[in-house]
């Protein structure tokens, strides 16, 4: 063990590299350990805010959707399209790999290997031990960000609490869209039916040429390939050529807790930072480990490891309410495909899809418009009581 380092970030994905770009930027030596070769099911998408916060280039887009298709059990299609703007769609294997290389190139030691346990020395500075190849190395630490997942080694061993996280099973296949179809590159479609999930949904993501499509549950024993063969049927891309396929657990709620109240802090899936209803956790990801990154700055520069707890209370202040809504939507309206189908019939109201795309593309509580909340809120409970009329 001959090297030392400020802070070892434990995974490369959007959390992990985004934690260390920053943290080299503010001086700091920083170790980003990676296993690599591996892709999170994803179907991909990232908001305009997540371009301008992050300093995204446009050539990492391989498509722009203008528009959501929400399909409902008894195939009911609403579009809700997006006035004036896009959602950017990316491929995670390229995506994730600019962000390791920017990261490499701000002055990150980028390593690859698998994280094996924190050890301590005798004076008690953490000591960070992994494989590489056959190869066990270690080294020295200040600081720990887990990044490693929803299954975070770093978490199991470091954070009460975090064997508990709950997870959704995702799966999803890359394919290739087919020359002179009717696919189109410019719409993500989004099925809501029991036979393709019991407790979320189904997604057909364009990515230029290919197209990710994929589904998950938290429910065990459920036949997700059974699940991605129908819903590869109802987009018409039964025949599309499979170029990979991907599976892996999604949390389904942020931890209580993200630090060990000494020298680990978590982010991304490893602190649990998926949306509910909606699944969406590259934005997420990445915010999180800048507050990760910030938190950790601030333990560094004042020896303080109450201030690693702010990565946490930072992160809810700003979107635990978003999450606490979109978990309530989840528990409600995914419940049964006679509440979906009526789910999927307020999605064709303008006031919602407004409600919904300002509060996407923004990354907060629309609160612009009391009037449409009210509205809203009047044919939600109307849907919910059976009163509206599905026609």
């Known amino acids: 063990m001959d090297e030392s ?16 770009c ?10 980003l350990l990676d296993r690599e070769g591996r892709i999170k099911p994803c179907g991909g998408a990232i908001p305009p805010r997540l371009m301008r916060d992050f300093e995204i280039p446009d050539h990492l887009l391989v498509a722009r959707v ?45 390593r690859r290997g698998s994280f094996r346990r924190l050890d301590r020395d005798p004076d008690g500075v953490a000591v960070v031990e992994y494989l590489n190849g056959t ?68 997604w057909v993501f364009p990515h230029g040429a290919t197209a990710s499509i994929g589904t998950g549950t938290a429910q065990k024993g459920f036949a997700v390939r059974t699940a991605l063969g129908a819903l590869r049927d109802a987009a018409g891309l039964s025949d599309a050529e499979t170029l990979r396929r991907e599976g892996a ?17 978590l982010a991304g899936d490893a602190a649990g930072v998926v949306a509910p209803a909606s699944g969406e956790g590259i934005y997420y990801a990445m915010t999180g480990g800048r507050l990760a990154a910030e938190a950790a700055e601030a333990f560094l520069a004042s020896g303080d490891a109450r201030a690693l707890r702010q990565a946490r209370a930072r992160f809810m202040r700003a979107h635990g309410q978003v999450f606490w809504v979109l978990g309530m939507m989840q528990r409600y309206w995914y419940a049964s495909d006679r509440r979906r189908e009526r789910f999927v019939a307020i999605c064709g ?5 407004q409600i919904t795309w300002d509060s996407y593309m923004n990354k907060a509580m629309t609160r612009t418009r009391p009037m449409a909340h009210a509205r809203v809120f009047l044919k939600n409970m109307a849907h919910i009581t059976g009163l509206a009329n599905l026609q």
């Open 5 to 20: 380092f400020d802070v070892v970030v434990v995974g490369g994905g959007p959390a992990g590299a985004t934690a260390a």
């Open 22 to 31: 920053d943290l080299v930027a503010r001086g700091r030596r920083v170790l």
């Open 66 to 110: 203008t528009a959501a298709r929400i399909v409902s059990p008894a195939d009911r299609h609403v579009v809700m399209p997006i006035d004036g703007g896009f959602v950017g769609m990316v491929d995670r294997e390229t995506f994730d790999g600019f962000l390791r290389d920017r990261a490499e190139a701000a002055g990150a030691v980028r």
């Open 135 to 202: 190869q066990q190395v270690r080294v020295r630490v200040r600081a720990v960000i887990g990044a490693d997942g929803a299954r975070s080694a770093v978490a199991r061993q470091s954070v009460a609490g975090a064997e508990h996280m709950p997870y959704v099973y995702a799966c999803h296949e890359i394919v290739r869209i087919p020359a002179g179809g009717a696919f189109d590159g410019r719409r993500c479609d989004v099925f809501y039916r029991g036979s393709l999930s019991p407790d979320f949904y189904g």
């Open 249 to 265: 657990p999604i949390p389904l709620r942020p931890l209580r807790r993200w630090d060990n109240g000494r020298d680990v802090v």
């Open 349 to 353: 109201d303008r006031d919602v899809q």
